[in-house]
């Protein structure tokens, strides 16, 4: 049996999605262990092109077992939908590959339209919520005001813990943002048609999981976004509402005993990040613009722009330690070889001295980038598929960025395809 965890190590967006499509083949099962649908995995292979929302990426592997741990929140209505056009692809989605665990909780509409009257309160000083109802499903989490998916499957117990959860909310709604609310017959009835739709994958995911480790299964732990959007260790308050690190994976997933063997990281040849926040190694105008078009950096989830940079070794290095980094995926090397130098962010300079250092959240905004740059290759490497025949220039690189991260690279994306992968 053997334990891994697919991570992201910077804003997210780095490529989670396609290295968890490239190696689920070799796991049994794949777990989504926090988070919601407000980020997206992009998986190229041959159904076609996807965005998921909820859905592990292993789902395109057969016999792989896909599963939403307790630590996810769900969205019943966007799932089914996620499902439905899956299906409509040819890409098989039953009660025997998909399970969803009976305690995740339950993303409502008014979810949603919290979280957008609250990011109008804010206006200038908003956090870049991409409107999913995330903040505000996890915040009545942690108060214990949420609904579980398995009650969907309990009406009776339902209607009276809704009623009970409603009748707070609605005072927020109403008094706070000046909203209508909403009745508990029209919320009951949303909750029957998903539910009834989503009932054949609703079940106790921990016990499946604790009775396939015991018969020695391997397991692969996706995570959504990436350290620096970590609740506790990113770059507060411009964070998601859970904990993105690995060392949650086996407590989001439903299995606290369990342990993680082997983590891979994941890191863009340059940086990308999406919302808002301090990103120190940001660029602006026809430089971000290129790289955005090159790259097509567009938010999987939201369809927004990404903000673009060089690669960032400060952030780079210590999301590698939040995440306890075994190895690191580097992605998109092909997007970089229309530059004649490729530029590097290799420090920070803060309060007039250079730093190797991540800084505190309260101090990202003073700091400002020290670059430098390496030579490029110039030619296209989409079709290399062995380190040996990448131009010195790539290699280089690679190298360069592995003895300053501290973390061995392993594999080398030179495309968005499954077997446009290098192998280290």
């Known amino acids: 049996m053997s334990n891994c965890a697919i991570v992201g190590i910077n804003w997210g967006d780095e490529g989670k999605g396609r290295m968890v499509d490239l190696i689920a083949a070799d796991y049994d099962v794949v777990v989504r262990y926090q988070g919601g649908n407000n980020a997206g995995h992009t998986v190229v292979n041959e159904y076609g092109k996807f965005a998921l929302h909820l859905i592990p990426s292993g789902v395109f592997s057969k016999g792989v077992v896909n599963v939403l741990g307790p630590g996810v929140v769900i969205d019943p209505e966007d799932l089914w939908k996620e499902i439905s056009g899956l299906q409509k692809a040819g890409v098989p989605i039953t009660p025997e590959n998909f399970k969803i665990s009976e305690r995740a909780s339950v993303v409502f509409p008014y979810h949603r339209e919290l979280d957008g009257l609250e990011e109008s309160r804010l206006k200038d000083r908003k956090y870049g919520s991409t409107l999913r109802g995330i903040a505000p499903v996890y915040s009545d989490k942690y108060q214990k005001k949420t609904v579980m998916m398995g009650e969907l499957l309990r009406p009776e117990y339902l209607r009276e813990h809704l009623a009970n959860i409603l009748e707070w909310k ?22 029957g048609e998903f539910g009834s739709k989503l009932a054949p994958f609703i079940c106790n995911t921990s016990k499946f999981l604790y009775e396939a480790e015991k018969a020695g299964k391997n397991m692969l732990f996706e995570a959504q976004l990436g350290a ?13 509402s859970s904990p993105s690190n690995s060392g949650y994976a086996c407590v989001g997933a439903g299995i606290p005993g369990s342990r993680i063997d082997r983590t891979v990281g994941i890191v863009k040849a340059y940086s990308t990040c999406v919302g808002e926040g301090p990103f120190t190694c940001e660029w602006f ?108 220039a790539a290699r280089d690189y690679i190298e360069y960025v592995e003895k300053e991260i501290g973390c061995r690279i392993s594999y080398v994306s030179v495309g968005p395809e499954r077997d446009a992968i290098i192998v280290r």
């Open 170 to 191: 609605n005072l927020t709604l109403r008094n706070v943002y000046g909203a209508k609310g909403y009745e508990l017959d029209d919320l009951l009835r949303w909750c």
């Open 228 to 240: 620096l959007r970590d609740i506790d260790m990113g770059i507060y308050p411009y964070t998601s």
């Open 285 to 392: 105008g026809e430089e971000a613009e290129k790289l955005r078009a090159e790259g097509g950096e567009y938010g999987a989830s939201t369809g927004r722009p990404r903000r673009v940079g060089p690669i960032d070794i400060v952030a780079t290095r210590y999301g590698c330690q939040v995440q306890g980094a075994t190895e690191v995926a580097l992605t998109k090397m092909d997007i970089l070889s229309y530059m004649e130098e490729i530029p590097i962010c290799a420090q920070y300079e803060l309060n007039g001295e250079k730093t190797d250092d991540f800084p505190f959240p309260a101090d990202l905004p003073l700091a400002k980038p020290v670059l430098t740059s390496m030579p490029g290759w110039k030619c296209d490497i989409s079709k290399v598929r062995t380190y040996e025949e990448l131009p010195k």
